[in-house]
């Protein structure tokens, strides 16, 4: 098993709830029964899966004597897959209230269901952690009988083409990672949005799909998105947000101080996990056979650095900036108003400096172009 950064010991307190989210597959399961398992004997722990009808009957009831019963003798309640259970922000709220000796951990998939459930119940008491794919890190420490360096060099391109799902790294070859997330795209990661009772089929998601996957590192219209897709540009916004609330992209707004030669009115979208967009366009070809290899490298930097930044808990606010003469910055990081920026560039040969319309708003600020030979100091 390929250990993972999070150690939900850390955020496992009495009185409170624990949210683990993150997409299917990602590992919730496995780190939820690792942490069952290492602390069975220092604590009572009892699990039960949101998946099962009883227990979606049994917590779903806000009593908190038919409650306590389900939990009576232990330290900890583990659920996995909570969404599923109705009512359960109200129910874990009221484990939280009237048991003080209590802690609680859930785990689930339909961010969109799971947040409208636990969020306003779970005011004050709860701590979230956002489960990624598998980080460069935790892929590299896997093999410990090399340098880190030589693993990245050698895993790097089929990372760029099959991603950084615990599934993909532990196949056996590529046409079983091809598999898998073709598998995953088809009956798992669209199942949690077509199941939201406003979205009627998954033609328009797919096509919508298709689009951002062609368009990593270009900014998205939502009126240019919705004539393509017939539809208004408020259904393509409504569409993309359940997109991302289904962690499957996410997005990068624009930075500006509101200088008329900056466009901030658009957004770019990036995928978490750099497979999923390969599989959405069925395209595992090599890097060498590939005219997207610098979309790819920009999307996994991108979302490296993200993971790398959320798992430390480093409050940072992402951005990217372009203007409309066309100087650009992959990447804008703020934080207490102090600015870092970044270029991606698969090649390292390629060097990029500080657009000089920048320095004359900016200032020098830190800059760093990241390329296939640095990535490790970047994101380790």
């Known amino acids: 098993m390929i250990g993972r950064i999070v150690n939900l010991e850390k955020f496992v307190k009495n009185g409170k709830t624990l949210v683990l989210y993150g997409a299917r597959r990602t ?210 916004a409504r569409y993309l947000d359940l997109l991302e609330q289904a962690f499957i992209v996410f997005r990068l707004d624009g930075f500006s101080r509101n200088l008329r030669s900056e466009i901030n009115k658009k957004s770019k979208y990036y995928f978490y996990d750099i497979g999923v967009r390969n599989a959405i366009i069925n395209n595992f070809n090599n890097l060498e056979m590939r005219d997207d290899a610098g979309q790819l490298w920009e999307n996994l930097v991108i979302v490296e650095r993200k993971k790398y930044l959320d798992y430390n808990r480093q409050h940072k606010n992402l951005y990217f900036w372009r203007t409309y003469e066309k100087s650009e910055l992959d990447l804008v990081e703020e934080q207490n108003g102090k600015l870092t920026t970044f270029e991606m560039k698969w090649n390292p040969k390629k060097t990029s400096k500080l657009p000089a319309q920048w320095i004359e708003e900016y200032g020098k600020t830190n800059f760093a172009t990241i390329h296939r030979d640095n990535l490790l100091d970047f994101v380790k």
């Open 27 to 236: 590992g919730k399961t496995t780190l939820l029964d690792k942490y069952v398992l290492e602390n069975g004997d220092q604590k009572k722990v009892v699990k039960y899966n949101g998946d099962n009808l009883s227990v979606q009957n049994n917590f779903s009831v806000n009593d908190i004597t038919k409650l306590g019963k389900l939990v009576d003798g232990f330290d900890v309640l583990a659920i996995d897959e909570a969404q599923n259970i109705d009512n359960i922000g109200m129910s874990l709220k009221i484990l939280n209230d009237e048991r003080k000796d209590l802690s609680v951990i859930v785990s689930g998939s339909s961010s969109f269901v799971l947040k409208g459930q636990v969020g306003e119940p779970l005011v004050g008491r709860k701590t979230t952690v956002f489960l990624y794919p598998l980080t460069v890190g935790e892929i590299v420490n896997y093999h410990t009988d090399k340098p880190d360096k030589i693993v990245w060099e050698s895993l790097r391109e089929q990372l760029m083409i099959y991603g950084f799902y615990p599934d993909s790294i532990l196949a056996d070859n590529d046409q079983a990672r091809a598999d898998f997330l073709l598998e995953l795209v088809d009956s798992l990661l669209l199942k949690d949005i077509l199941a939201f009772q406003d979205v009627k089929g998954s033609d328009i998601l797919l096509k919508l799909l298709r689009l951002l996957a062609f368009q990593i590192g270009g900014e998205v219209s939502m009126e240019e998105l919705g004539n393509t897709l017939g539809v208004s540009k408020n259904t393509a």
